[in-house]
């Protein structure tokens, strides 16, 4: 696992971070090359890291980080949030558990069974180029929300794997980034139709199109990239195989 903090200074603070077969090898800026401005959304690693024992190792790494859009919805977009929620549109939404915006997504904060209730409406409406989903949850940020609140938004995106990027959901605990999360989701589309309907920072929600087969080999596949969907009332494989064919939907979230 390679990791990158572009952020931090040189001043003694590891900023990056390889580890291999449990052994761990840091970097702290003694003249090696980083690039952080190879291109708007590209950089690049190239130095000699050292584990606590001495050890050195040569990385190389090119890291392509995601585009995200900057141009705001429409006000005829926005309008059908509005029309759907009788509540007028912010023109953001918010990740990171409400602490931070997305500027280029429109949002409404409604009560979490009314958000639902409302985006198969939304969705109805939307025109190419849009998707819409439910949000932000849990507000850690500045924003206060009456508890049980939820985000209903509409964000640009050429498919639904784009809820995720706008969410910006990850599974970050098991070193499982977004586009780690989108590639699993991905696969599971391909085999049995998936709808995402719900994204944000921990947790997301799809619904199945048509139930696999082979249930219990689904829920594997479900622990292998979200090992807390067993736990709780489903504390084990057969009850979470049974969970996804009786209610035809996959809960993922990561403590």
């Not at 990385?59 to 926005?78: D, E, L, M, Q, S």
């Not at 586009?179 to 589309?189: C, F, N, S, T, Y």
């Not at 619904?207 to 504390?235: I, Y």
Request: with cysteine; aromatic share 8%; hydrophobic share 45%.
């Amino acid at each position: 696992a390679f990791a990158l903090n572009a952020d931090r200074t040189h001043a003694g603070q590891a900023i990056a971070r390889l580890t291999i077969n449990d052994t761990t090898y840091e970097w702290t800026g003694d003249g090696e090359t980083f690039k952080p401005h190879d291109g708007p959304q590209d950089l690049t690693f190239d130095g000699v890291l050292r584990s606590n024992a001495g050890a050195t190792i040569r990385a190389k790494v090119h890291i392509t980080c995601p585009h995200y859009p900057t141009a705001v919805v429409p006000r005829p977009v926005r309008a059908i949030l509005a029309k759907h929620s009788g509540v007028e549109p912010r023109a953001y939404s918010t990740f990171d558990f409400g602490r931070e915006r997305y500027s280029a997504a429109a949002s409404v904060v409604l009560p979490r069974d009314l958000a639902f209730k409302a985006l198969a409406s939304v969705r109805s409406d939307l025109p190419a180029g849009y998707v819409a989903f439910v949000g932000t949850e849990q507000f850690l940020g500045d924003e206060q929300h009456a508890d049980g609140s939820v985000e209903l938004v509409i964000a640009p995106g050429a498919d639904q794997f784009d809820i995720v990027r706008s969410a910006r959901t990850d599974a970050v605990n098991y070193d499982i980034l977004t586009e780690g999360v989108i590639k699993q989701l991905a696969v599971w589309d391909r085999h049995h139709g998936i709808d995402i309907v719900m994204a944000n920072t921990d947790n997301l929600m799809f619904k199945l199109r048509s139930r696999p087969a082979n249930l219990m080999a689904f829920a594997q596949e479900v622990e292998a990239l979200c090992p807390d969907a067993v736990s709780g009332e489903l504390d084990t494989l057969p009850a979470l195989a049974n969970e996804i064919g009786a209610r035809g939907e996959v809960w993922l979230w990561w403590d």
